[in-house]
């Protein structure tokens, strides 16, 4: 799998969809306090993504039955690829950006 963010929108790519779909148990989500985040454009997500260097204590979890359902309600586009695609995606020099552009995402 590989994730990102193409002009603010987060993505991910999956090269095996019927591999994802059997190991997709869902997961936790955990709420965190926001006091002690704060962002740099500079790393991985840029603009979307915070980050604390001090440890945090959960506020709250909700439990997820499936990580998919839950990316396309948080309007995560998924990509499910053939494994050619998705080696050029982690190959390409914009880091896949432009293939992403023109891939059409998964809808239920």
């Not at 454009?41 to 506020?59: A, F, H, N, Q």
Request: proline share 6%; aromatic share 10%; net charge negative.
């Amino acid at each position: 799998m590989q994730s990102g963010a193409v002009d603010g929108e987060l993505y991910i790519i999956i090269s095996d969809e019927e591999h994802f779909r059997g190991l997709d148990r869902g997961g936790i989500v955990y709420s965190l306090p926001g006091d002690t985040f704060d962002n740099d454009p500079k790393k991985g997500l840029r603009e979307l993504e915070w980050t604390s260097d001090k440890s945090v204590v959960p506020l709250d979890k909700e439990i997820v039955p499936s990580a998919l359902n839950d990316m396309l309600e948080y309007d995560v586009r998924v990509y499910f690829v053939s494994k050619e695609i998705y080696q050029d995606t982690l190959k390409a020099p914009d880091h896949g950006k432009s293939i992403v552009k023109a891939l059409t995402p998964y809808k239920r």
